[in-house]
C-alpha cells in the first residue's frame, strides 16, 4: 500500500471544520486524486475541550503549534485561522521547519506576501492560497495557470460574499442596510463585527492578490482607493433598480500606462449581465486576457464548505507536487519586488448621482450650471414627489453621459458647498458593459 501522506491543521473553525470534514467524508475519491491516502495527523486549536462539529481521533488534538512544526512525518500544514497574528508567526514557523502551507488568509498574504513568499522560496517550501480569494471559485489556478499564456488587461468582479447578500436582500425584501446586515449575521455570513466586510477591506485585500497574480507586481492593498457598502441606503437601490440597474460592490483593476488603475466602491451595473445577476453570497470574476478575451467565473464565495473545497484542492496538488511546480512562477513576490505605482479608476464612464436639495424654484439649474461648467452632460433626472421631505431634502437623481471620474468628484464637491443641498450627496460609476 502507498505511504500515507501526513499532514496538520492549524485551526478547526468554520473552514477547518469543513476541511477535516471533506477529508474524512471522501477519503476513498481524494486518496484517488492525490495518488494516495490523506491523513490529519495532528490539529492543533487554542481550546482542545471545546465541543467541535468534527470528531478526530483520540490524540489528535493539540494546543502547541510545535507538535507540528517539530513532527518530522507531517509535510504539509494547513494555516486556517485569520487575522495576521499569530498567523505570521505561525506560518514562518512551519516554512521554517520545512512544511508546505495551504491557507485561505487573505490579510496574512496581502500585508505579508512578499516576505512569506521570499522565505518559502528559500527554504524549497511552497505556499498554496486558492481558497484566499472567491472561496470555491478556481479564481487562482486560473489566472496563474490556465490564462498564463495571456496577458491580462483587467479582472472586474464581486469578492465580498458578505457585502453582495447584504445588497440582494435589501433589493429583494425592502430591508435596510441595518436589518440585512443582521440577517446575514444569523446566517453566519457576517461575523459580529462586520466592519471588514462591509468597508470594502476584505475585497480588496483579494483584488491585491489577484493584481499580483495577473501583472506580477507586489500591490499593497491599503493604497487601492475604497469605499464600502455601509453608507447605501434602500432609496439609491429603488432608484437604480428603476433606471435599469443593480448596485454591486464591485473590485476593478486594468492597465493604465506604467499604473493600474485599481478601485472597490458600489457601482451601477445594468439588470440582466453577469455581475447584476450574481445574488447572495455568491461572488463573481470577469477577466479580459488578450488572447482569450473576456471570461466570467461565477460561484460561492462564502460559506464553509466552498472555501473548505479550495483548501483542500490544495492539499491534493501539493501532495502531487503541482504546487511545487507553479510556485516557482506564481510566488516570485521578495521583498525587493518594487510596489505597483496605483491610480484610481478615472475612466471615461456614465455616472449615477444622488443629490437632496431644497424645495425651491431655480435649484434644478443651479445644480446643472455647476456640472455644466465641469463639462458634465446629464443623460436623464429623476424627482419624485417632494411631499414631506423638506427638512431631508428632496432627492434629485441624475444620469450622466459618459465622463471622466475626476470631473464628477469635483463637481460632487462643488455642487456640497452650495447653501441648497441638504446633507452629502452620492456618487457612482455606471458599469455599462
Known amino acids: 500500500m502507498t505511504e500515507p501522506v501526513r499532514i496538520g491543521i492549524v485551526g478547526l473553525g468554520t473552514v477547518g471544520s469543513g476541511v477535516v470534514r471533506l477529508l474524512l467524508d471522501s477519503a476513498d475519491h481524494i486518496s484517488r486524486h492525490a495518488g ?12 482542545i475541550h471545546k465541543v467541535r462539529s468534527v470528531q478526530l481521533p483520540s490524540g489528535t488534538l493539540s494546543a502547541d503549534i510545535r507538535e507540528i512544526s517539530g513532527d518530522p512525518s507531517i509535510s504539509v500544514a494547513a494555516l486556517l485561522v485569520g487575522g495576521l497574528e499569530p498567523a505570521r508567526s505561525i506560518m514562518v514557523e512551519l516554512l521554517e521547519n520545512g512544511k508546505d502551507v495551504i491557507t485561505a488568509n487573505k490579510a496574512l498574504l496581502a500585508e505579508h506576501g512578499p516576505e512569506l513568499f521570499e522565505l518559502a522560496r528559500r527554504k524549497g517550501r511552497s505556499i498554496a492560497f486558492e481558497a484566499a480569494v472567491a472561496g470555491g471559485i478556481p479564481i487562482v489556478a486560473a489566472i496563474g495557470e490556465c490564462l ?16 453582495n447578500f447584504i445588497l440582494t436582500r435589501m433589493e429583494e425584501d425592502g430591508s435596510s442596510y441595518a436589518e440585512a446586515l443582521k440577517l446575514a449575521q444569523s446566517k453566519g455570513f457576517a461575523e459580529a463585527d462586520p466592519a471588514m466586510d462591509v468597508d470594502g477591506t476584505d475585497a480588496t485585500q483579494k483584488l491585491a ?13 491599503a493604497d487601492i482607493p475604497r469605499t464600502g457598502i455601509d453608507g447605501l441606503d434602500i432609496d439609491l437601490l429603488k432608484y437604480a433598480e428603476e433606471l435599469g440597474y443593480r448596485i454591486r460592490l464591485v473590485a476593478v483593476v486594468s492597465r ?13 451595473v445594468k439588470i440582466g449581465t453577469p455581475l447584476a445577476e450574481t445574488r447572495g453570497a455568491y461572488n463573481a470574476v470577469s477577466i479580459v486576457g488578450d488572447a482569450v478575451g473576456r471570461m466570467f467565473f461565477h460561484g460561492l464565495g ?11 484542492a490544495d492539499i491534493i496538488d501539493t501532495v502531487v507536487g503541482r504546487t511545487a511546480i507553479t510556485f516557482r512562477t506564481t510566488g516570485l513576490l521578495s521583498v525587493e519586488t518594487p510596489a505597483a505605482h496605483i491610480s484610481g479608476v ?7 448621482l444622488r443629490i437632496r436639495v431644497s424645495d425651491h424654484p431655480g435649484v434644478l439649474a443651479k445644480i446643472m450650471g455647476i456640472l455644466g461648467d465641469y ?7 429623476l424627482q419624485h414627489d417632494a411631499t414631506g421631505l423638506a427638512d431631508t431634502g428632496v432627492p434629485l437623481v441624475i444620469m450622466t453621459h459618459q465622463c ?10 462643488a455642487i456640497d458647498q452650495t447653501d441648497v443641498v441638504r446633507g452629502k450627496s452620492f456618487c457612482l460609476s455606471v458599469l455599462d458593459d
Open 36 to 47: 494516495r491516502p490523506i491523513i490529519v495527523e495532528k490539529a492543533v486549536v487554542r481550546d
Open 148 to 163: 498564463a499564456a495571456n496577458r491580462i488587461e483587467s479582472i472586474r468582479g464581486i469578492l465580498n460574499g458578505t457585502s
Open 256 to 268: 493604465a500606462g506604467s499604473k493600474l488603475a485599481m478601485r472597490v466602491a458600489p457601482a451601477l
Open 209 to 221: 492578490i489577484l493584481a499580483h497574480l495577473a501583472f506580477g507586481v507586489w500591490v499593497p492593498w
Open 375 to 381: 463639462g458634465i452632460s446629464i443623460a436623464s433626472v
Open 346 to 352: 478615472d475612466s471615461l464612464q456614465r455616472h449615477f
Open 404 to 413: 471622466a471620474s475626476s470631473a464628477v468628484r469635483n463637481a460632487i464637491a
Open 302 to 312: 462564502a460559506g464553509q464548505m466552498p472555501t473548505a473545497s479550495a483548501v483542500v
